[in-house]
């Protein structure tokens, strides 16, 4: 999955360095082992081995780091990385700051690796290279099983506990919050577009499956977060429909619009009030289809 296409660009560079695999570890040309490595992007900006934990001294050695991993491997330029630091005003010295910056994650990198002498983070003409070969990042696992559930290698029996499955990578915001820069945000912003998308993915497999008590607190604890997806609205008002709560299911539809007519001055969409009459007129619908089609004619045979 290639994630720093879409927020930024990398120096061109030659490195010799490539992944040669020997006896099941990632080696480089010269035959030197390189440790394996987790890096975790969600919700912490951290890596571990079995030496221990990396320990990263405020946002600058954190943002560093994020900016390095999101480029999977990819040479990075000094430019680059002091917009994804300091953004418009970097401080005096600030080539300077950077090669410190570096030399002191470098060091803490050596740390937890296998052997301390190997270093994955290398100088490359005017920037930068982190190297992951042998390594584990975790937003690279997401998007990989993300794509793999799209592809339709998991049966539709399997699918909710293998969404679930994947969904428990999320330990919460990209970065803890971390003070982070424009390609990294652009890198947030695409996985969490990810992660909605496989929740949505979830409840359309659960109601098929009529576990729509399940995600009905899960629905509501989304839209606390995201008011506005209608998606997340239309498939709890079927499950409260399917639960018996009429009335709530028509409060979900009348929250919108009170929300969206206040702060946007916008309306529901016309699919999200196909959602409204269909409750409204007990449509038998809803209790088979989680997606309805828009503006309905013929509704299918109750359920028994």
């Not at 003409?125 to 799209?150: M, P, Q, T, V, W």
């Not at 424009?182 to 695409?190: G, T, W």
């Amino acid at each position: 999955m290639q994630l720093f296409n879409a927020a930024g660009s990398s120096i061109a560079a030659t490195d010799r360095t490539e992944p040669n695999k020997k006896h099941g570890q990632m080696f480089d040309l010269a035959g030197r082992g390189i440790g394996v490595l987790e890096f975790r992007l969600l919700g912490t900006v951290s890596a571990t081995s079995a030496k221990g934990e990396l320990q990263l001294a405020g946002y600058l050695q954190q943002s560093l780091l994020a900016a390095l991993l999101i480029a999977e491997g990819k040479a990075v330029s000094r430019d680059y990385l002091i917009d994804e630091i300091w953004g418009g005003d970097p401080p005096n010295g600030v080539e300077n700051a950077v090669q410190a910056h570096v030399s002191r994650l470098r060091r803490k990198l050596s740390a937890i690796e296998e052997d301390p002498r190997e270093t994955r983070l290398t100088t490359q003409n005017s920037g930068y290279r982190l190297l992951l070969d042998g390594a584990r990042l975790d937003i690279s696992k997401f998007l990989e099983e993300y794509e793999r559930l799209k592809s339709g290698v998991t049966g539709t029996d399997r699918s909710a506990p293998e969404i679930r499955r994947i969904l428990t990578m999320w330990q919460g915001p990209m970065y803890g919050g971390a003070m982070v820069g424009q390609a990294c945000q652009a890198v947030a912003a695409h996985i969490d577009e990810v992660r909605l998308a496989l929740w949505e993915f979830l409840f359309d497999c659960d109601l098929e499956h009529f576990e729509h008590r399940r995600i009905i607190p899960e629905l509501q604890a989304l839209l606390v977060e995201h008011p506005y997806n209608e998606r997340f609205r239309q498939q709890l008002m079927v499950a409260l429909y399917r639960s018996g709560r009429q009335t709530e299911a028509l409060d979900v539809y009348r929250g919108l619009h009170s929300q969206l007519s206040e702060d946007l001055g916008l309306a529901p969409s016309p699919a999200m009030r196909e959602y409204e009459r269909a409750v409204l007129e007990q449509d038998p619908s809803l209790h088979i289809l989680s997606t309805l089609p828009l503006r309905a004619r013929h509704p299918v045979p109750a359920h028994r």
